[in-house]
């Protein structure tokens, strides 16, 4: 599984363009920090780089969370696949590289979530982005399933369709949690908002680590029914 996630990497040619954006939001994050101290007087640019710093950090945030797409993509486009699926490991231990890299993905996301969110002193949205990372782990164990249906090639209807849940998930939960922190809607006393944008997450997140683990087995019976055909 080790050496199948570092080939997966590996074929992640974007790495730099993934750091410097990285780098890029975070910087915007410290300088907006640093602009809103108490000892600098709040002004229309401090509030347009704090604006900006965290659109990009969202960004980026998603960015992160294509990491596996972006591989199954890179296989495609530079005629990869015949060379990754010939290599020395089992079709199991592909499908655990591949859920390694989504987990880890994932993991990042939210990590880097949350370290912006400290940097621009916004701790209050550290986790307004629970609900994407349950939905986009949800529909990556979806196309895991549908990806070895196909051999391992990858699947642009599927590969399409996870961006509709995501953005869904982002406009109509987590932008919605801004607003109710960034604008005092107070959604939350009520007990529908409260349990749709506060505890919903935790749900969906247990649901989904739960659809991952049928997921893989579900993959690696298949993988094991057509070794046994061949």
């Known amino acids: 599984m080790y050496k199948q996630l570092i080939l997966s990497l590996a074929v992640i040619k974007e790495k730099a363009a993934y750091l410097i954006v990285i780098l890029a939001s975070l910087v915007f994050a410290l300088i907006s920090r640093l602009m809103s101290s108490p000892v600098v007087e709040d002004s229309e640019d401090t509030i347009i780089i704090m604006s900006l710093s965290e659109t990009l950090a969202m960004i980026t945030f998603l960015m992160l969370l294509t990491l596996f797409l972006n591989k199954q993509y890179n296989l495609t486009k530079y005629k990869m ?104 809607l107070h959604l939350s006393e009520s007990a529908g908002w409260h349990f749709y944008l506060y505890q919903l997450p935790y749900l969906t997140l247990v649901g989904t680590v739960i659809a991952m683990i049928v997921s893989y087995i579900v993959t690696s019976r298949r993988i094991n029914r057509q070794h046994d055909l061949a």
């Open 81 to 184: 696949s015949e060379w990754y699926y010939s290599q020395p490991a089992s079709m199991k231990q592909v499908v655990q590289g591949d859920i390694a890299l989504i987990l880890i993905a994932h993991i990042a996301s939210y990590l880097y979530w949350i370290v912006f969110n400290f940097l621009n002193q916004t701790p209050e949205k550290s986790n307004i982005m629970l609900m994407v990372i349950a939905v986009s782990l949800l529909v990556h164990g979806l196309y895991l399933i549908r990806l070895y249906q196909n051999g391992g090639e990858i699947d642009m209807v599927m590969s399409l369709l996870y961006f509709l849940p995501v953005f869904i998930a982002f406009c109509f939960h987590a932008m919605l949690i801004r607003n109710d922190l960034d604008m005092q």
